[in-house]
């Protein structure tokens, strides 16, 4: 019963509400915005190699995925993926996605702290996720506070991702916005709403970062309960 207590919900429903709404929030920003087109007529895909072009990014290959919001730069491969809601369309939302995932590579490209130590914990937080919460349940049934505390430790790791991953999309934003203006490739209202669509977008990270941290906290109480 102690994934289900009413502290345990007053605690979380808050990040809970959030995190609906961001969804909300950013698929109907989208979905606004995605039925204007962009005034130069650029697909996202065009505009993501142009945008490569213009700051030095040689060596990343942009690709079609599947999916819709599914846009991704994959710093591994150097691939930069969008989805079918992108890669074709001019639409001002999938120019401002387009831009926000060339800032990731551009971030690479420059060496942007947060974003490579972000990949550098990539392992410990997909461990984390997968075995911090089963670690604490066994913990629990066997009486274990040293399976307990492991799994805390492991879902701090999950949640510093999260904390982490918030300056790097924020600044990714910040970039693509830079580059969209500085370039002209959107006039200034299409600009506008290119912000608005990534602005959404932003809060989906702050969201989840808001469930992950009430999350710990939550386990750290029940921690600090099984001690006394």
Known sequence: ???FSP????LLLP?????VYAQFKVRSTFSKWSQVPAGRGLT???????LLRDNGVNDVEVELVPGELTDHYDPRSKKLRLSESTYHSNSVAALGVAAHECGHAIQHRVAYAPLALRNAIVPVANLGSQLALPLVFLGLIFSSLRLFDLGILLFSGAVLFH???????F?????ALAQLRSG???APH???GAREVLQAAALTYVAATAVAVLQLVRLLLIRQSQRD
């Not at 996202?44 to 142009?50: C, K, N, P, V």
């Open 44 to 50: 996202g895909s065009r505009l993501a190699e142009l």
């Open 7 to 10: 502290t345990d919900m007053i």
């Open 163 to 169: 904390v982490i991953t918030l300056p790097v999309e």
């Open 190 to 192: 299409e600009l506008a």
């Open 171 to 175: 600044n990714a934003s910040g970039r």
């Open 1 to 3: 019963m102690w994934f």
């Open 184 to 186: 002209g490739y959107l």
């Open 15 to 19: 990040a809970i509400i959030l995190s």
